[in-house]
């Protein structure tokens, strides 16, 4: 769903990627990102929360093939063009009057005020451009084929991680101070916006109501993070649990956790994957990738510092760095 900020926003930018790049390269670029800027990696960092919110912004246009198309087709009009509905301010305008591309083309959009006078100055000597038929095929324009529509109404919501992943029906409050339900749908990501088809402010001379636009904003979840589809977390395991190998317990989201299996030699960074337990929507079912984070103990008491320098001395004197040295000269 195309939003009226997406002229002011680079979405290209933001992640640090051409126009042209790759679905696969887009994806490898956001994850490096959210793992970089994710809430859970810099805690009470302000801006790092809002990057992070920034870029999955970015992804969640970028990597949907249709808003991607609509995204690339409405920053190639220019960031000049601006409309704004009559008494909303900027929140109001753009969406009246293009009505989105790829929805409703050819329907009955309405236009705001402002837009026709300025093409009325063709008309003023009968002359052939006023004369002509614009806009009488979406009757939007007051005196070219039908009344004027609505203005938009826009609102904020913040839901929390689970209610993004899985959906639900939840009660606003709308600028009559009346309650009014929005159905969030499973898999919606932070920034997304949910269009209310007629739910806005009435027209001035019946036509059709405007809409309420909700933006979603998603509180982060202190476990498990978003990758398209797929459910990130990280997993702990001990030293003797990653070298001699283990099965282990990883939590899923709202529901009963899951056994893995530890091969024995993991290293930090292998990542596993439980094949259908992420968020599930219309167009998917996403997976659980769990990846393995080797837990070094902080404080060893006499004994198991004895015995692990009894290991040192029986392992095998393998250099783990040896490889790097020799890459960097």
Known sequence: MASQDWFDKDFYQVLGVDKGVSAADLKKTYRKLARQYHPDSNPGDAKAEAKFKEISEAYSVLNDPEQREEYDQIRAMGSGARFSAPGTGAGGGFDDVFSRFGQQRGGTTGGPAGFEDFFSMFDQGGGGFGSGRFGQTTGGYRGFGGPQRGADVTARTTIDFVTAAKGETITLQGEDNKPFKVKIPAGVSDGQKIRLRGRGRPSPDGGESGDIVVTVAVRPHPVFTRDGLNLRLTVPVTFTEAALGATIEVPTLGGDPVRLRVAPGTPSGRVLRVKGRGIQTSKGTGD????????????????????????HELEPKENPRADLMAKAR
């Not at 769990?290 to 008491?301: I, N, R």
């Open 288 to 311: 659980l990738l769990a990846e393995v984070q080797v837990a070094v103990p902080a404080h060893l008491d006499d004994a198991a510092r004895e015995a692990l320098e009894r290991f």
